[in-house]
């Protein structure tokens, strides 16, 4: 008890400094950082749009101190615009920091400064990652780390050709996250090798499958014509997503199914057995968790569809229907995770042993 009360002290200092110092991080800025000393609010203007729906936009007048460049210190005004929705927008108070931009003699507000917020949240995250984990915290986080700056070399590229070779660069990107994933958390091992093999080849199999179904019908109710996927390749960004999206549930279960089946004893029959009953048993909630995620993508444009004046059937074939074909897709793919993994799971497994067991 006396340790986990030194740990959990030790963890409150560490997330306190760290929210300190970045509160006070704006010399690290080099666009100007102020800080909200008074907040003068004007009256609201209500506003009415073609769909009846109403709002309320509120001007304010800011007063705020600057806190780097060479006006440190200076007392600057400005003003900002905010909505009572907030859809795109918020209100500024007093103590609030902020980005500014330098226009003429005067400043102009550019957005809120959020790094204390996200700073604390991440490091909440890798001490509660810390504790959960214990020695296989270390791994996890730099699986995380090198995950994330994969994806965003990724975009990277993507951006720097100008989307000319978005499946090459995704596809090989969908690889490499699985092979470093396997490495970090499994090691150089024959289950993670059936892990990475059994993971690819589900997802390959999901998207050929998604494919062949969508072109089978000429995607009909499939609307890629969304804002979203307004881009020279939408159906390219379409299953990208799918492949991104679906991959991390389909990783999960192969793991599980393969770890289960290589601490099995008998023959490979009776392994395969074992892995299709794991498969069975964990597929369905990833499934739903899948499907959840993919339609809460879509939840809010869907009330904004609805209060516009919409129906529920149009609401659903434009706004959700993405969502719908994206999850179910995926969904190909864990299935089809359950047989693949447990085939070549129960095959490597016997294998390893020197074919000792018999079916």
């Known amino acids: 008890m006396s340790k986990r009360w030194w740990w959990w002290l030790g963890a409150a200092i560490i997330v ?18 102020a800080q909200v000393t008074s907040v003068q609010n004007g009256q609201a203007q209500k506003e009415v749009d073609s769909y009846n729906n109403t709002d309320y936009q509120t001007k304010q007048t800011i007063t705020a101190r600057l806190l780097n460049t060479e006006q440190k210190g200076a007392t600057v005004h400005f003003t ?17 920091q902020v980005f500014l931009t330098k226009s003429g003699s005067g400043y102009q507000f550019r957005d809120n400064k ?26 996890i986080v730099a699986s995380i780390t ?8 990724a975009i990277h590229l993507d951006l720097h050709w100008n989307g000319n070779h978005a499946w090459g660069i995704f596809t090989t990107l969908v690889v490499i996250f699985t092979i470093v994933t396997v490495l970090f958390v499994i090691g150089w091992r ?34 890629l014509q969304q804002v979203r996927y307004v881009t020279q390749s939408p159906a390219l960004l379409f299953y990208v997503e799918i492949i991104v999206g679906s991959l991390g549930a389909v990783l999960d279960e192969t793991s599980d199914i393969s770890v289960a089946i290589f601490q099995l ?51 659903i074939d434009w706004v959700m229907g993405l969502g719908f074909a994206q999850s179910l ?6 299935v089809l995770a359950v ?14 042993r020197g074919g000792v067991a018999h079916d």
């Not at 090198?146 to 070399?153: I, P, R, W």
């Not at 499907?291 to 059937?313: Q, Y």
Request: charged share 10%; net charge positive; proline share 3%.
């Open 339 to 352: 047989p693949i993994t447990s085939g070549l799971a129960a095959l490597a497994a016997r294998a390893q």
């Open 265 to 315: 004893n008998g023959g490979a029959s009776q392994r395969f057995k074992a892995g299709m009953d794991i498969g069975r048993s964990v597929m369905g909630p990833l499934i739903s968790v899948l499907f959840m995620i993919f339609i809460a993508d879509t939840f809010a444009e869907s009330v904004l569809w609805l209060r516009n004046g919409n129906s529920i059937a149009q609401t």
């Open 146 to 153: 090198a995950n994330t700056v994969l994806f965003f070399s």
């Open 329 to 334: 897709i995926s969904a190909f793919g864990i």
């Open 80 to 96: 900002n615009e905010y909505t009572q929705s907030g859809a795109l927008d918020s209100p500024l108070k007093q103590g609030n």
């Open 16 to 33: 306190l400094l760290v929210g300190v110092g970045l509160r006070h991080d704006a010399g690290l800025y080099s666009v100007p950082v």
């Open 114 to 139: 959020r790094d204390v917020v996200l700073g604390v949240l991440m490091v909440i995250t890798l001490l509660l990652i810390c504790l959960l984990a214990a020695k296989h915290a270390l791994v």
């Open 190 to 223: 024959p289950v993670g090798l059936v892990i990475a093999a059994a993971t690819l080849l589900a997802t390959v199999g999901a998207v050929g499958l998604g494919y062949a179904v969508m072109t089978w019908t000429n995607y009909s109710g499939i609307h």
